[in-house]
C-alpha cells in the first residue's frame, strides 16, 4: 500500500507514518497543500491519501479537489484527517470527493479500521 501523508505538523506526519509503516505501507509525506501538489503532479499514483484540513497555502480541500479532477490519482482512496468536528466539515469533504473522514486526536485502532473500511488493508 503506497501512502501520502499531508499534514503541516511534523508530528502528525510522524504519527500516520508509524501507523502505516507497521501495515506494511510505504509512505510519501508533503507539510503543506502546495508541495502535496507538486508530488502528486511528479509522482506514480497512491493508494490512499492522508490529508489535513488546515494547512497554509492550498488547504485540505483544495488538494481534495486538485485530486479528484486528476485522471493519474482518480482511483486514490482519500481521507481527510483533521480536527474539525461538526458535521458540517464532515459534510463539505465528502462533497468535494473524500472517501472517508477521520477526527484528530488519531488513535491508531481507529486509523486501521478506517483504512480496513476503504478497502485499503485486510
Excluded: C, N
Excluded at 497543500?33 to 511528479?42: D, E, I, K, V
Excluded at 481534495?64 to 486528476?70: M, P
Excluded at 474539525?84 to 468535494?96: D, W, Y
Aim: net charge negative.
Amino acid at each position: 500500500m503506497r501512502l501520502l501523508i499531508v499534514d503541516d505538523s511534523e508530528t502528525m506526519r510522524g504519527m500516520l507514518r508509524v501507523f502505516s509503516q507497521r501495515l506494511g505501507g510505504r509512505v510519501a509525506e508533503a507539510a503543506d497543500g502546495g508541495a502535496a501538489l507538486a508530488l502528486l503532479a511528479a509522482s506514480e499514483s497512491y493508494d490512499a491519501i492522508l490529508v489535513d484540513w488546515d494547512m497554509p497555502g492550498v488547504d485540505g480541500i483544495g488538494v481534495l479537489k486538485a485530486i479528484r479532477t486528476s485522471r493519474a490519482h482518480a482511483r486514490a482512496k482519500v481521507m481527510m484527517v483533521t480536527a474539525h468536528t461538526t458535521m458540517e466539515h464532515v459534510a463539505a469533504a465528502l462533497a468535494a470527493g473524500a472517501d472517508d473522514y477521520l477526527m484528530k486526536p488519531v488513535d491508531e485502532d481507529t486509523f486501521v479500521v478506517k483504512l480496513r473500511l476503504l478497502g485499503l488493508v485486510a
